[in-house]
Structure formats: structure tokens, C-alpha cells
């Protein structure tokens, strides 16, 4: 939304797929009961599509029958949960017993229960995360301190690359078939991925011009605003009443994810959105015909994460005066840990107050990188971190 200033630290991200772990909370609990298996799995230095093709193929399923509430990131260590149905001719307590014991590459099954449908995605409540950042200077402890207590009171709510790939070839392709009538994926996922891209978009350059104009935690007439407590939305119908409530926490505004379904603000705001929606899909775009791959919902404009915590695992300040003066001595590890809601990254989360560097990692060194659903060098998904494919439910 806005350049870091020139004075923000520079930390390593992610040299290690230690530094980066993922707990997912799902939505509910498996009932136990039921012709679908759910799998609770640790997965290291995989994507979750991979592990999803994997499972299905040693179980004996169709992978396109296999399913996860979420993608977790490639780079690090995750747990979450995946679901896969029973073949017709399968028994149940030895399909249990055959997941209990499978062997599969950077993947450790936790626990396995049954339930009656599958996994949907979007099916989750959000991500724990812990991330160890490397490379804090002597002298950067108190600028970090300050930032992550700056970072608790909440930042812009933006997609970041994850959705969009570096050169934002994600938003062409999308434009492509939905808005220029070129062929559309075959995958059904791919297409709602596409799809959720353009949404993010226009959500971004909602974002981008309320923060320009210093009113994106600010109600404006015509707004939808969103109860923090139980996540009721309802339209601003006075600017002088719903004020307070937002400074207090009480509510924060949204911005459009557009869809067939979706609140449309209204008065200023409402023209506003209207601009964007044109520009991002075009006038006479029929968002009926692509309800299937998302019917439109409200996002909230303001990220908060929640539990936020910290804490070093080397002092930088005392390296200088150790009689050690070596590189590892003079550089601090920091531990952050927070949650975050679905369709929510901590990628964006820690980039909004330090400039993360994360080294380059060669596909070819690495079988499992080749075919991850999130390697930096996928023609599909760019780089998705957790929960990349729930956003059309943000």
C-alpha cells in the first residue's frame, strides 16, 4: 500500500522450512463417522497439492477427489488437515489402518477420522503461525520492538504477491478469459483461483484509494462495516454515530470482493467501487455467469493479528561486546508468533513493518519443488502462501 521507509530493518525470511511453521485451526471437528477420511498431516518442504496427489495415489484414490481447506506454504513446516473419500470397494477400518500407515516423502500423518463429506475449501478458521527472522543488527533491537508493537494495532488488509506473482501476470492471464473471452483453465480450481485474482484486485485498489485518502479505518456514509465480535456487517447510515465504534475496535470498514451476491456501498463510496469494478472487469461484465466460482462477499480493510508475541533467541545487543565477534554472534533471531484469519498472509503481515529477504531457493536441487502447487516458478498458483485458494470466502 505504501514504501517501508528507508529506516526498517532488514530481516531473512524463511532460510530454513524451520523458520516458517503453520498450525491450520479448522472450521469443526471430524464427527468420527462417515465415508470420507480425514487425514492430519505435518508436511515439511512440500505444497499441499503435491500432498494431496501423493496420499490419493497411495490410497488408491483419485486425486481430483482429494481435498484440503487450505494451501500452506511450500517453504516451511505445516500442519493441516486433507480429506479423501472411501472407494466403493474399500473397507473402512483397513483404508483407517492404511492411512495410519502411510510413507510419504516430508509428510507425517498425525491422526486420521472419519467424517460424512468432504473438506471444502475455505472450510478453516485461520493459521498459528511462528516464523524465526534472521539477520537482526546489533543496534536494530529497539526500531524491531517498536515496529511489531505498531504492527498490533493493525495494518492495511492487502493481497500481496502471493495472489498476483511478482509481475502481476496472475491479473493478465485472469483478464484474459473472463474479461476477453480467451479459453478458460480446465481445472475448476484454477478457474476459481483466477477469478478470486481479479476479485483481489479490485478489493486492493479499493484499499489503495481509501488509504490514499486516510479513510480506511474511517466509516463513511454508504460504507458496509463489519461487527468485530461476531462478524456482522451492516451499512453506515451515520458517519457520527459509527465513528466512535471504530476507534474503540468495535467495527472496521470493508471493501468489495465483487460478485454476483456481494454488498455494494453506496453514495461516494458506492461510485467509487463502481470505478473500480469497471476497471478491473469492464462495464458490461455478467458476474452471473461466473457465480459458481464465487458469489461475492465483503473483506475487512484492516488486518489485526491476533495473540501477537515476540521474542529474541540471541540478544543482538551484547554480540558487540563478546570477546565472539563472529557474523552469527552479531546477528539476533527473532521469534514471532500470531494468528491470522483465513485469506490472511504473514507474508504481508511482517512486510507491512520489516523488509524481508527471502533467499533464493533452486527448484533442482529439490525434487519436491518441482512439483509444488507454491514454488516461486509455478505457471498456476506464483507463490501461495497459507490459505491461498479459500479467498473467494475471505
Avoid at 486433507?82 to 483404508?95: D, H, I, Q, T, Y
Avoid at 494495532?153 to 504477491?161: C, D, Q
Avoid at 455467469?289 to 533467541?313: A, D, F, H, N
Wanted: aromatic letters at 6%.
Amino acid at each position: 500500500m505504501s514504501s517501508l521507509p528507508l529506516s526498517v530493518p532488514t530481516l531473512l525470511f524463511k532460510v530454513s522450512p524451520e523458520d516458517f511453521l503453520v498450525d491450520e485451526i479448522p472450521a469443526f471437528e471430524a464427527s468420527g463417522l462417515g465415508d470420507h477420511l480425514y487425514l492430519h498431516v505435518r508436511k515439511t518442504n512440500r505444497g499441499t497439492e503435491d500432498v494431496l496427489r501423493a496420499v490419493a495415489r497411495a490410497l488408491g484414490v483419485d486425486a481430483r477427489d482429494a481435498s484440503a481447506a487450505g494451501l500452506k506454504d511450500v517453504r516451511s513446516v505445516s500442519t493441516q488437515w486433507l480429506s479423501v473419500p472411501r472407494p466403493a470397494n474399500a473397507r473402512g477400518l483397513e483404508m483407517d489402518e492404511a492411512a495410519r500407515a502411510l510413507k510419504v516423502e516430508g509428510v507425517e500423518i498425525i491422526g486420521v477420522k472419519r467424517h460424512n463429506h468432504k473438506l471444502r475449501t475455505g472450510l478453516l478458521v485461520g493459521n498459528r503461525f511462528t516464523v524465526r527472522l534472521r539477520g537482526a543488527k546489533a543496534g536494530d533491537e529497539a526500531t524491531i520492538d517498536a515496529e511489531l508493537a505498531r504492527l498490533a494495532k493493525g495494518i492495511p488488509n492487502a493481497y500481496g504477491v502471493q495472489r498476483f506473482r511478482q509481475d502481476g501476470s496472475n491479473v493478465d492471464r485472469a483478464r484474459r478469459w473472463l474479461c476477453e473471452g480467451g479459453p478458460a483453465p480446465r481445472d475448476k480450481r484454477q478457474r476459481r483461483f483466477e477469478f478470486s485474482v481479479l476479485q483481489s484486485e479490485g478489493f486492493n485498489r479499493f484499499l489503495a484509494a481509501r488509504v490514499d485518502a486516510g479513510t480506511w479505518r474511517t466509516p463513511m456514509l454508504g460504507d458496509w462495516l463489519e461487527k468485530t465480535d461476531t462478524g456482522g456487517v451492516f451499512r453506515c447510515d451515520d458517519e457520527a454515530l459509527d465513528l466512535p465504534r471504530a476507534e474503540a475496535g468495535e467495527v472496521v470498514v470493508t471493501g468489495p470482493m465483487f460478485g454476483s451476491k456481494g454488498r455494494r456501498a453506496e453514495h461516494g463510496v458506492g461510485e467509487l467501487e463502481r470505478k473500480i469494478c469497471d476497471e478491473v472487469f469492464g462495464p458490461s461484465f455478467d458476474f452471473g455467469r461466473v457465480s459458481s466460482l464465487g458469489e461475492g462477499t465483503r473483506r475487512s480493510l484492516m488486518l489485526k493479528p491476533e495473540g501477537l508475541e515476540w521474542e529474541w533467541e540471541t540478544r543482538p545487543a551484547h554480540a558487540e561486546s563478546s570477546a565472539e565477534s563472529s557474523a552469527e554472534a552479531r546477528e539476533g533471531v527473532l521469534i514471532v508468533r500470531f494468528m491470522l484469519p483465513k485469506g490472511a498472509y504473514a507474508t504481508t503481515v511482517l512486510g507491512a513493518v520489516f523488509d524481508l529477504v527471502e533467499p533464493k531457493v533452486n527448484p533442482s536441487r529439490s525434487p519436491l519443488f518441482a512439483t509444488a502447487d507454491v514454488a516461486s516458478d509455478s505457471p498456476d498458483h506464483g507463490n501461495v502462501e497459507a490459505d491461498e485458494l479459500s479467498e473467494t470466502s475471505p
